[in-house]
Protein backbone atom coordinates (compact mmCIF):
# COMPACT_ATOMS: atom_id res chain seq x y z
CA UNK A 1 0.00 0.00 0.00
CA UNK A 2 1.04 3.46 -0.47
CA UNK A 3 0.62 6.22 1.83
CA UNK A 4 1.83 9.68 2.57
CA UNK A 5 2.55 11.09 6.09
CA UNK A 6 3.11 14.96 6.49
CA UNK A 7 4.57 16.39 9.72
CA UNK A 8 5.88 19.78 10.85
CA UNK A 9 2.69 21.72 11.70
CA UNK A 10 1.93 23.72 14.46
CA UNK A 11 1.00 27.75 16.38
CA UNK A 12 3.41 30.17 15.02
CA UNK A 13 3.11 34.60 15.26
CA UNK A 14 2.36 36.43 12.49
CA UNK A 15 6.29 36.60 10.60
CA UNK A 16 7.49 33.61 11.66
CA UNK A 17 8.44 30.39 9.65
CA UNK A 18 7.42 26.73 9.44
CA UNK A 19 8.62 24.18 7.67
CA UNK A 20 5.57 21.14 6.81
CA UNK A 21 7.28 17.47 5.76
CA UNK A 22 5.59 14.73 3.49
CA UNK A 23 6.77 11.25 2.63
CA UNK A 24 5.50 8.70 0.28
CA UNK A 25 6.24 5.45 1.66
CA UNK A 26 4.88 2.16 -0.03
CA UNK A 27 5.37 -0.27 -3.36
CA UNK A 28 5.84 2.64 -5.82
CA UNK A 29 6.80 2.68 -8.99
CA UNK A 30 6.99 6.26 -9.82
CA UNK A 31 5.90 9.39 -8.59
CA UNK A 32 4.97 12.49 -11.12
CA UNK A 33 3.69 15.77 -9.39
CA UNK A 34 3.21 16.51 -5.56
CA UNK A 35 2.42 19.51 -3.91
CA UNK A 36 0.58 21.28 -1.07
CA UNK A 37 -2.93 22.07 -0.78
CA UNK A 38 -4.75 24.04 2.41
CA UNK A 39 -8.22 24.42 3.39
CA UNK A 40 -9.09 27.43 6.37
CA UNK A 41 -12.44 27.21 7.88
CA UNK A 42 -15.67 28.16 5.71
CA UNK A 43 -13.10 28.09 2.53
CA UNK A 44 -12.67 25.74 -0.34
CA UNK A 45 -9.30 23.69 -0.24
CA UNK A 46 -6.83 25.38 -2.97
CA UNK A 47 -3.92 24.42 -4.47
CA UNK A 48 -0.62 26.40 -2.38
CA UNK A 49 1.78 25.23 -4.27
CA UNK A 50 3.50 22.38 -6.71
CA UNK A 51 6.59 20.51 -8.15
CA UNK A 52 6.84 18.13 -11.34
CA UNK A 53 9.54 15.65 -11.19
CA UNK A 54 12.01 17.25 -12.94
CA UNK A 55 11.82 20.22 -10.59
CA UNK A 56 8.83 22.88 -12.10
CA UNK A 57 7.43 24.84 -9.57
CA UNK A 58 4.03 26.75 -9.18
CA UNK A 59 2.74 28.70 -6.33
CA UNK A 60 -0.61 30.40 -5.85
CA UNK A 61 -0.06 33.99 -5.81
CA UNK A 62 -1.00 34.60 -2.42
CA UNK A 63 2.10 33.21 -1.15
CA UNK A 64 4.91 34.14 -3.83
CA UNK A 65 7.44 35.50 -2.01
CA UNK A 66 7.36 34.30 1.11
CA UNK A 67 6.61 30.26 0.30
CA UNK A 68 8.75 27.88 -1.31
CA UNK A 69 8.37 24.22 -2.63
CA UNK A 70 11.07 21.52 -2.77
CA UNK A 71 11.39 17.91 -3.35
CA UNK A 72 13.91 14.72 -2.19
CA UNK A 73 13.13 12.14 -5.37
CA UNK A 74 15.23 9.91 -3.12
CA UNK A 75 12.85 9.83 -0.56
CA UNK A 76 10.44 10.16 -1.82
CA UNK A 77 9.63 13.50 -0.29
CA UNK A 78 8.26 17.33 -0.30
CA UNK A 79 8.52 19.84 1.83
CA UNK A 80 7.04 23.52 1.98
CA UNK A 81 8.71 25.94 3.55
CA UNK A 82 6.75 29.30 4.84
CA UNK A 83 8.00 32.55 5.96
CA UNK A 84 6.88 35.59 6.84
CA UNK A 85 3.14 33.76 7.69
CA UNK A 86 0.23 35.86 7.98
CA UNK A 87 -3.43 35.02 9.63
CA UNK A 88 -4.91 34.31 6.78
CA UNK A 89 -2.45 31.17 5.97
CA UNK A 90 -3.97 29.30 9.08
CA UNK A 91 -5.46 26.24 7.37
CA UNK A 92 -5.45 22.54 7.09
CA UNK A 93 -2.47 21.97 4.56
CA UNK A 94 -2.72 18.45 2.92
CA UNK A 95 0.18 17.15 1.36
CA UNK A 96 -1.42 15.65 -2.16
CA UNK A 97 1.44 13.30 -5.03
CA UNK A 98 0.65 11.69 -8.21
CA UNK A 99 1.84 8.03 -8.02
CA UNK A 100 1.87 4.88 -9.81
CA UNK A 101 2.32 1.81 -7.45
CA UNK A 102 4.22 -1.14 -8.29
CA UNK A 103 2.19 -3.08 -10.39
CA UNK A 104 -1.02 -0.47 -11.00
CA UNK A 105 -2.02 0.17 -14.35
CA UNK A 106 -1.01 2.99 -16.61
CA UNK A 107 -2.00 6.59 -15.28
CA UNK A 108 -1.56 8.05 -12.14
CA UNK A 109 -3.55 7.91 -8.88
CA UNK A 110 -3.80 11.08 -6.41
CA UNK A 111 -2.81 10.23 -2.66
CA UNK A 112 -3.67 12.54 -0.05
CA UNK A 113 -1.74 13.13 3.58
CA UNK A 114 -3.85 13.10 6.82
CA UNK A 115 -3.05 17.17 7.19
CA UNK A 116 -1.26 18.99 9.34
CA UNK A 117 -2.96 21.89 11.24
CA UNK A 118 -0.63 25.16 10.61
CA UNK A 119 -2.52 28.32 12.95
CA UNK A 120 -0.74 32.12 12.47
CA UNK A 121 -2.28 34.26 15.67
CA UNK A 122 -0.65 36.66 18.03
Known amino acids: QVQLVESGGGLVQPGGSLRLSCAAS????????MGWYRQAPGKQRELVAR???????NLVASVLGRFAISRDNAKNAVFLQMNSLKPEDTAVYYC????????????????WGQGTQVTVSS
Open 96 to 111: NAQIRPNGGQVGWNDY
Open 26 to 33: GSIFSINA
Open 51 to 57: ITSSGSR
